[in-house]
């Protein structure tokens, strides 16, 4: 199971069939951090590190999600990735899918990691593995106030995600996780390796 069936499965699960939900193609680079990966570069190159990631949004329906094999028809040569947003528009008003980037310093077994993301998330969870960290989705819908608490809580736990992803997404207003895969770098599809039930 990929982050696509979980997707999939929610749409299907919640009866959003009808409700715009928003895509984004991107390229294949290394982040910020990868670049910078010594405080002493992140302080040479703190100009660049404070600039916001900009994407263009392409809408799909519920509807078509259901009825996709995956987003592949949506990359393109220059930017052969594809993210989805945890944001979605229902009858005009916005909500958001559960979702997050995990970004762990420490190395941290699988087992005490489910046990931490039990006592956080409270509810149904997935944990996929990307290529270097985990992806999670949750069950439920949070309207635009309970998705930032969502995102203050990971980024209070101050060991599980990136403050730039948190901050990428409170700006922009919306979390984005990876779908598919390229040859280099983001080389792995993310894939489930652990369902809450």
Known sequence: M??????????????????????YAHKTQKNWRQINDSLEKKIQ??????KFDTYNAINISGEKILHSEDLNDYTSNTNPLISFASKFRKEDVVFHMPMMNLHICDMLNKDKLISVLNSIIKRRFWLLKTDRYYHIYSNGILNNDNWIKWNLKFLMTDCLVSPRYIGHSLERGFNLLRQNATSVIKMKIPTVIYDSG
Request: proline share 0%; with cysteine; charged share 20%.
């Open 45 to 50: 190159n703190i100009n660049t590190g404070i």
């Open 2 to 23: 990929n982050s696509f069936d979980i997707i999939k499965w929610f749409v299907s699960e919640n009866n959003l069939k009808a409700c715009e939900f928003y895509l």
